[in-house]
């Protein structure tokens, strides 16, 4: 697919802002913010230290997003591989005990994917 | 590429289909019963196979399995012997029924064993065969040959909830197959006979059971056949049909005809409230068939849990099956003196243990054993009696003659978990001496010397567990547990934490860390939840396990599910009203007041999580095992119950991938290695390779097989069977049929 024409007023106006990518970027804070607190209370209870870091990582994702930077894309890849890391250390091929822990980040990973033309764009 | 932003909506569905397939989990509580008695119970009635003509037998007759019986009493041997001993299974049922007559000297002393009737042609007895092995020597529907099987008939009971019935209905029933009859009893008590090869109604009868009577939920496991030694062949109740109902009575009708045995109590019915002390309608009931050793009817009852420790006696009695008058009775807290009925003015002492599911008896020792459930209160105990403590959760076994103890066996010393003996026990020959196999809700199976109630396979001992705040002197630090074989899992950790999505997870795991959790055995908490694992629905509950004689194999199918449970201080309770089961965490809870106790209970059974419903822990929740009888060795072990019934937003998936679910219902066993089973929550009805564990068949029901399957011959033809109702607790759906398949018959 190649760009669709309606995204070309955004091509005009180059401090123009992605809605959809804003919307991401406030999930991700949203739920970087749920993720870290509820992980911060997890840690004091003796439990991962995992989602409070995972929550940090999503935040900064969505800050960055919100930025329109580039470097949300990487800065969620760590978060991603991370996690795929310790998902595995956790419970390796258990594929019904990595639902919980892959399928939701892994949305997270494509469309964050999908804002690269939108944040390239807007350089 | 697409460079199309995701809209938010996406991103939602996204994360929302990633936890489809925790849906499925949805229905965790398999067991049953939340109100822990009451539930665990589930199965189905059969159906009867429609065509007619006889399927080309390819039962080899030789087959070792059909001259089995196993352990059965050898005086009845000789009596019956001749139908099953190799020919074709066919004509079992008739000779069954010469044989009974046959036997009729044999049985003048009272006290003497009676004939039992051999399992395959027919299905006599709730258990298949008097031992309740489950297993059929039958062999004409084999591992090659299963997938072609064919529904021959559908019947519909017509018993489906109304008014304040509805969604209590958890019928459970598994038929009797006598002659040319299917015998059995629906939700509400209606007996009913059906043609076994074309589902075609012979009779029915309605006692007329009202709905204030449903305890936890309209159950009938089943239904007991017992032949009159002394009655001449053709009279009317010769042999007789006898179920115990929900409104606690023993009925007996006629098992030809349906009419009522005249001779027996009033025109045919018992009042088991007798003596129990005041009618609290529900509070009472009986689900499970009564079990016949030497001419008397032995039946406990279902008390309801969590209720009041003044609650009605578990006193388990056995009356003459002929006359219905009372033989004996058991009351463990005064057993000489209640033996016959407490004095004038008095009843049976109240809140005792007592036993809701299904007892099993050689007629040969003339020994019944009754699995014991715990007492009325059942998450606290310092103010039960020493004999509460002593018989709770025992395994005890009774001269059914006398009505006296012979010995018994306790499987959880003080039990405050609400682990309920639920399995029926099953009679077996191991390595050469007259045992019994005792499976528990907490996974252990234990073998013990039938006549001696002495362990023949290692039992450990669990040492210094937790005591706990609550009642630290009451709680034992020690307790039992079989070192030969055990169902349950390893102790749950921080990982096994699930959900839908990281969010989900994540509470779970807080409410892991918040709770007190010692593993197995951790005593009940007020100041915090517990976690109970494994929860009261087992391990192996009412279903039971199955046992291929001949090839030497324990089939137990069981949960693997734990419940989220707090004490509620009685200040806490009092704000509820008493006696109604105020709204508990999550969809599967559920408290009871325990009126008498310092606390109320919360029980959060399945432990699924707030507000979603979903359950806190990775599947699966269930699994069907083999087990080797000789060294106590798993064969295979495989999850049990696939994703189809279960999707985000209660949406099914249909997707066929093996989850494991909840189950609730056993399974039965052919001579040519096929294990028949329902009781998982994705309404599949389906064949397994006993020798790899394969799914080979399975067919939808339209509502949960929450029941135990059974299978049969009329005319050379074989039948398996089970009955498709649905279980409330489990979540499956209601419905009222009993539905039979059979191979094709080749003109």
Not at chain 2, 120 to 127: I, L, R, T, V
Not at chain 2, 209 to 227: D, F, M, Q, S, W
Not at chain 2, 660 to 667: C, D, I, M, Q
Request: overall charge negative; aromatic content about 8%.
């Amino acid at each position: 697919m190649t760009t669709s024409d309606s995204f070309a007023p955004h091509r005009s106006r180059p401090h123009g802002r992605n809605w959809a990518v804003m919307v991401l970027g406030w999930v991700c804070i949203l739920f970087g913010l749920v993720i870290g607190a509820g992980g911060i209370w997890l840690l004091l209870l003796g439990g991962s230290w995992y989602y409070a870091l995972a929550g940090i990582g999503l935040v900064a994702t969505g800050v960055l997003l919100n930025a329109h930077s580039m470097a949300a894309v990487w800065v969620y890849l760590v978060v991603w591989l991370g996690t795929l890391a310790w998902a595995w250390w956790e419970v390796g091929a258990d594929w019904w005990a990595q639902v919980p822990r892959l399928v939701a980040p892994t949305l997270i990973l494509v469309l964050v994917l999908l804002c690269i033309p939108a944040l390239l764009r807007r350089r | 590429m697409i460079r199309t932003v995701p809209p938010l909506s996406v991103l939602l569905i996204a994360l929302a289909g990633a936890a489809w397939a925790q849906d499925e989990a949805t229905s965790p509580d398999t067991d049953a019963a939340p109100t822990e008695e009451a539930a665990p119970e589930a199965e189905a009635p059969a159906p009867a196979p429609e065509a007619e003509a006889p399927a080309a037998e390819d039962t080899e007759t030789a087959d070792p399995a059909e001259t089995e019986a196993p352990d059965e009493p050898e005086a009845a041997a000789d009596t019956q012997e001749a139908g099953t001993e190799e020919g074709d299974p066919a004509e079992g049922s008739e000779d069954a029924a010469a044989e009974a007559e046959a036997t009729e000297e044999e049985t003048l002393a009272a006290a003497g064993p009676e004939p039992v009737w051999e399992v395959g042609a027919d299905w006599p007895y709730w258990g298949g065969d008097a031992a309740a092995t489950r297993y059929s020597p039958l062999s004409q529907i084999t591992p090659e040959n299963v997938a072609t099987l064919e529904q021959v008939f559908v019947y519909e009971t017509g018993d489906m909830p109304e008014g304040t019935a509805e969604g209590k209905y958890s019928p459970e029933v598994t038929p009797l197959k006598f002659g040319e009859d299917l015998l059995m009893c629906s939700a509400m008590n209606r007996l009913i006979s059906i043609d076994a090869a074309t589902g075609e109604e012979n009779w029915r009868y309605d006692p007329g059971v009202p709905n204030e009577a449903i305890p936890y939920g309209a159950t009938c496991r089943g239904v007991t056949l017992y032949t009159d030694p002394e009655a001449a062949e053709g009279d009317v109740c010769a042999t007789r049909l006898v179920q115990a109902t929900l409104d606690a009575k023993l009925i007996a009708v006629d098992a030809a005809t349906g009419v009522p045995c005249e001779g027996f109590g009033e025109n045919g019915m018992v009042d088991l409230w007798q003596d129990i002390g005041e009618r609290v309608p529900g509070w009472y009931a009986v689900t499970a068939p009564p079990v016949v050793v030497r001419g008397v009817l032995v039946t406990g009852a279902q008390v309801k849990d969590g209720q009041a420790e003044d609650a009605p006696s578990g006193v388990v009695r056995g009356f003459d099956a002929v006359t219905g008058e009372l033989a004996w009775a058991w009351d463990l807290g005064a057993p000489e003196q209640n033996r016959q009925g407490p004095p004038e003015g008095e009843v049976y002492t109240r809140g005792t243990p007592n036993m809701w599911t299904t007892a099993v008896a050689d007629e040969e020792l003339g020994y019944v054993y009754l699995p014991m459930g715990n007492s009325s209160v059942d998450y606290y105990g310092s103010n039960r009696s020493e004999a509460e403590n002593e018989y709770a959760t025992s395994l005890v076994a009774l001269d059914a003659t006398t009505g006296e103890e012979v010995w018994h066996f306790q499987t959880v010393r003080r039990d405050v978990w609400d682990y309920d003996l639920g399995s029926q026990a099953t009679l077996v020959d191991w390595q050469g001496t007259p045992a019994i196999i005792l499976p528990s809700k907490q996974g252990d199976i234990y073998i013990l010397d039938r006549e001696t109630g002495e362990p023949l396979t290692p039992v450990d001992e669990l040492t210094g567990l937790p005591s706990g705040e609550i009642e630290p002197d009451y709680i034992s630090d020690t307790q039992p547990i079989s070192a030969w074989h055990t169902l349950r899992k390893p102790d749950l950790t921080e990982q096994d934490m699930w959900g839908f999505t990281p969010i989900d997870q994540l509470w779970c795991r807080i409410q892991f860390r918040r709770a007190n959790y010692d593993g197995f055995y951790t005593p009940p908490s007020s100041d915090r939840p517990w976690i109970q694992y494994p929860g009261y629905n087992g391990g192996s509950d009412w279903g039971s396990v199955a046992v291929d004689v001949e090839r030497g194999i324990i089939v137990a199918n069981y949960n693997d599910i734990p419940n989220y449970n707090r004490l509620i201080p009685r200040e806490e309770v009092e704000a509820l009203p008493i006696n109604e089961r105020p709204a508990g965490e999550g969809s599967g809870g559920e408290a009871g007041p325990q009126a008498g106790s310092p606390y109320g209970i919360k029980v959060n059974a399945g432990w699924r999580n707030t507000g979603t419903g979903v359950p806190c822990t990775s599947p699966p929740y269930g699994g069907i095992r083999a087990i080797d009888l000789e060294t106590g060795e798993t064969l295979w072990d495989r999850p049990l119950g696939t994703a189809r019934r279960n999707g985000p937003f209660g949406i099914p998936s249909y997707l066929p991938l093996t989850i494991g679910t909840p189950n609730n219902g056993g399974a039965v066993l052919t001579a040519s290695g096929l294990v028949f089973i329902g009781a998982a929550t994705d309404n599949l009805f389906r064949a397994i390779d006993i020798e790899t564990g394969e799914t080979l068949w399975s067919v939808v029901l339209p509502a949960g097989g929450q029941a135990n399957p059974i299978t049969y011959e009329v005319d050379g033809r074989q039948y398996v069977m089970i009955t498709a109702m649905g279980h409330h607790f489990m979540e499956t759906g209601v419905g009222d049929e009993v539905m039979a398949w059979a191979l094709p018959v080749t003109e």
